[in-house]
């Protein structure tokens, strides 16, 4: 056992505990003019190649950095939690250097004019297979292609809660090789469960969930995630419920590495015995019955991470009509008419009773699990927001604004739902100290739209170009390189 303890600890050591993105910036020097882009094309922010570096005990030159300046748009301030005029915002390599700033003035940049646009910060889901939401047999370059397609959706950062871990290698290369390519990946390597539950890896006991710990760890992932959920609000049979204490020797061998354990549990007593053991997030809304007021301050107090997955939900009770409103967020169709047609038929809905056969009972229960998440909210709880998407019928990146949309259908502010996508997906992956709002200091992940948000999640339509750490996609690039 002591010896399962060093393998852990030496091949987390080996690894850096924190993802830091390749600061290697493309040029935007020569600014794309948007009006220009939409007769000519869009141009990209990869038009240019890294900068020549600056050798080792040189003063760097100043021209060597590589800037952009927008102006004249709004943006979503995190203090206010409003759109906020900007007249200019300065990014230096990849960094938001000044917003508003009277010494913005940048005489070698060639000014980026947002026509009075709208800007978000990039948006995040935390909970994100790498399949498109159909069969699942993507070969691994056409899973890279999906996970560049993210970024038509304003997507820059993704949590992958069950991934295998030669895929993961291939995604961390990848992403390495182009880190403004791609969204920031998070992942936990494959889920882990009991024997006779649910979960990719099953294990018995201790040293054997240690065992599959030390090789996720040791593969790539960033943190943990385990199912302890018997699935008894989807199947009559239900499965093997994960135990208590094995949750418990779990969340403080992670601790004591300084990871993170996130859990699937559905089910609200899960929730009670998730929080006695100090699990740090959950990855599924609770949708049998309403959270306690002692469990809602509880999450609220320990900012336990809450992701509400109710597209999930929402797909299992009627497939068809959440099909049609996940389509609805994908105006180019990026992913395939074909595709939305097939996971909307009717037989689509006869396979989920295939699979889960109480799943056409859980359209009773969606009240409970849209309550929860408003009393979560106003708790004060660390609500974050992510789709499952990948899962079959629910669609990648097009289910992160329906899901939105779904948050904002149970009554939250729509730049408040923002806000949630955002900053708190940020702190839930406690990178919110460099990304996940539109500050001074942050990385420049940004979503340019032409409509206000403010007015409703539908504005994210309108969205023109996604920027990772400086680099701008536009979304018009994406639809040729599909
Ligand atoms: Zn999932």
């Given at each position: 056992m002591l010896a399962a303890v060093f393998t852990l600890s030496a091949s987390l050591e080996?690894?850096?505990?924190?993802?830091?993105?390749?600061?290697?910036?493309?040029?935007?020097?020569?600014?794309?003019?948007?009006?220009?882009?939409?007769?000519?094309?869009?141009?990209?922010?990869?038009?240019?190649?890294?900068?020549?570096?600056?050798?080792?005990?040189?003063?760097?030159?100043l021209q060597a950095r590589n800037r952009t300046l927008l102006t004249n748009f709004y943006y979503l301030s995190r203090d206010s939690g409003q759109m906020t005029r900007g007249e200019n915002m300065l990014i230096e390599?990849?960094?938001?250097?000044?917003?508003?700033?009277?010494?913005?003035?940048?005489?070698?940049?060639?000014?980026?004019?947002?026509?009075?646009?709208?800007?978000?910060?990039?948006?995040?889901?935390?909970?994100?297979?790498?399949?498109?939401?159909g069969s699942g047999k993507e070969s691994t370059s056409q899973k890279l292609k999906l996970l560049r397609r993210n970024l038509y959706w304003g997507i820059t950062?993704?949590?992958?809660?069950?991934?295998?871990l030669p895929l993961l290698r291939a995604v961390r290369a990848a992403v390495a090789k182009n880190p403004t390519n791609y969204p920031e990946v998070f992942a936990a390597g494959q889920n882990i469960g009991v024997?006779?539950?649910?979960?990719?890896?099953?294990?018995?006991?201790?040293?054997?969930?240690?065992?599959?710990?030390?090789?996720?760890?040791?593969?790539?992932?960033?943190?943990?995630?385990?199912?302890?959920?018997?699935?008894?609000?989807?199947?009559?049979?239900?499965?093997?419920?994960?135990?208590?204490?094995?949750?418990r020797q779990a969340v403080a061998l992670m601790h004591s590495n300084k990871r993170r354990l996130f859990l699937h549990a559905s089910q609200a007593k899960d929730v009670e015995t998730a929080l006695q053991a100090q699990v740090d997030v959950l990855l599924h809304g609770t949708v049998d019955a309403p959270l306690s007021q002692k469990t809602l301050t509880l999450l609220a107090r320990r900012q336990t991470g809450y992701i509400s997955t109710l597209a999930l939900s929402e797909t299992i009770s009627d497939v068809r009509s959440a099909v049609k409103k996940m389509?609805?967020?994908?105006?180019?169709?990026?992913?395939?008419?074909?595709?939305?047609?097939?996971?909307?038929?009717?037989?689509?809905?006869?396979?989920?009773?295939?699979?889960?056969?109480?799943?056409?009972?859980?359209?009773?229960?969606?009240?409970?699990?849209?309550?929860?998440t408003v009393a979560l909210v106003r708790a004060g709880g660390l609500v974050g927001i992510g789709t499952d998407a990948g899962t079959i019928s629910i669609i990648l990146g097009a289910s992160l604004p329906y899901e939105m949309f779904l948050h904002e259908q149970i009554g939250l502010r729509p730049l408040r739902v923002?806000?949630?996508?955002?900053?708190?997906?940020?702190?839930?992956?406690?990178?919110?100290?460099?990304?996940?709002?539109?500050?001074?200091?942050?990385?420049?992940?940004?979503?340019?739209?032409?409509?206000?948000?403010?007015?409703?999640?539908?504005?994210?339509?309108?969205?023109?170009?996604?920027?990772?750490n400086g680099s701008i996609t536009f979304r018009a690039e994406l639809l040729r390189g599909k």
């Open positions: 080996a690894q850096t505990l924190k993802q830091t993105k390749n600061k290697t910036q493309t040029q935007n020097r020569a600014a794309p003019v948007l009006e220009q882009a939409s007769k000519t094309g869009p141009k990209t922010g990869s038009q240019v190649g890294p900068e020549a570096g600056t050798k080792a005990g040189q003063e760097p030159i390599d990849g960094i938001i250097t000044s917003i508003n700033g009277i010494e913005n003035s940048c005489p070698e940049c060639d000014p980026m004019d947002l026509e009075g646009g709208y800007l978000i910060p990039g948006l995040m889901d935390l909970h994100q297979h790498l399949n498109v939401g950062t993704v949590y992958n809660p069950n991934i295998k024997t006779g539950g649910w979960g990719s890896v099953l294990v018995n006991n201790y040293p054997e969930l240690k065992i599959a710990a030390t090789r996720q760890l040791a593969g790539g992932a960033d943190s943990l995630k385990i199912s302890m959920d018997d699935m008894s609000w989807l199947s009559s049979k239900p499965l093997a419920q994960f135990p208590e204490l094995l949750l389509r609805s967020f994908d105006p180019d169709r990026i992913n395939g008419s074909v595709l939305y047609d097939n996971m909307s038929s009717e037989l689509m809905a006869i396979n989920w009773l295939d699979w889960w056969d109480k799943s056409n009972l859980l359209k009773a229960k969606l009240p409970v699990l849209r309550g929860n923002i806000q949630m996508a955002s900053y708190n997906n940020a702190r839930i992956l406690q990178i919110s100290d460099r990304t996940g709002s539109i500050e001074e200091g942050k990385e420049a992940d940004l979503v340019y739209m032409r409509s206000d948000p403010t007015a409703g999640i539908r504005a994210l339509n309108s969205t023109q170009w996604t920027m990772q």
